[in-house]
Each structure stands twice: as structure tokens, then as C-alpha cells.
Nanobody, 123 residues
């Protein structure tokens, strides 16, 4: 599966932004999807994950819980990350990823990656 992230940009602190990840392939619904982010000088970290098919199970890093929402539209082969109440520390390159099986929380658990989209939050 190939992934293409989009939707990043510049937003003021307290604002909202949505990023999307479009996947190729007709079987995307059978893949778990996740969002990770990487700030300058830091490791890539888990942000949110969503289970395959219905996406009934979602998982979030503590740092974004209550502010970010992950969702998927299998008809459009797309996963979304809605980000609200953004903070300066949310500034990073955001990557979408996919894997078979259960949601993983480590970057090395995902086999498929998008190219990343930059989110900059100004304070």
C-alpha cells in the first residue's frame, strides 16, 4: 500500500488543522493506520492509531488525548487526523503509517509510510 499525506500548514496556537492520508490499493480497509510525528532533533513518536475495517478502536498519545481525533473513510481510502487546541509543542512533521494486525505504538512496527506533512504552530 502507498500512502500520501497532505494538509499540513501554519496555524496559531489554539487553532485547528486537519491532515489527511490517502492510500492506494483496494484492501486499505484491512490495514491498521497510525499517525506519528517527528520534531527537529527528536525521535519519531506515536500520535494516534485506528483499527482496521470499521475503525471502532482508536488510540492516542497522552499528549494529544482530548485534542486530536483520528478517523478513517474506507470508501475514500483515507485516514484523517483532526487537531484542535494546537500548541507550539505540536509543531512537527506528521507521518501516516499502515500495517497489518493490531495497532502498534512504535514506529518500527509499521511497514508502510507516507512522505510526511509539516505542521507548524506559532505561539
Amino acid at each position: 500500500v502507498q500512502l500520501q499525506a497532505s494538509g499540513g500548514g501554519l496555524v496559531q496556537a489554539g487553532g485547528s488543522l486537519s491532515v489527511s492520508c490517502a492510500a492506494s490499493g483496494r484492501t486499505f480497509s484491512s490495514y491498521v493506520a497510525g499517525w506519528f510525528r517527528q520534531a527537529p532533533g527528536k525521535d519519531r513518536e506515536f500520535v494516534a492509531g485506528i483499527s482496521w475495517w470499521s475503525g471502532s478502536n482508536t488510540y492516542y498519545a497522552d499528549s494529544v488525548k482530548g485534542r486530536f481525533t483520528i478517523s478513517r473513510d474506507n470508501g475514500k481510502n483515507t485516514v484523517y487526523l483532526q487537531m484542535n487546541s494546537l500548541k507550539a509543542e505540536d509543531t512537527a512533521v506528521y507521518y501516516c503509517a499502515a500495517r497489518r494486525g493490531a495497532v502498534g505504538f512504535g514506529a518500527n512496527e509499521y511497514a508502510y509510510w507516507g512522505q510526511g506533512t509539516l505542521v507548524t504552530v506559532s505561539s
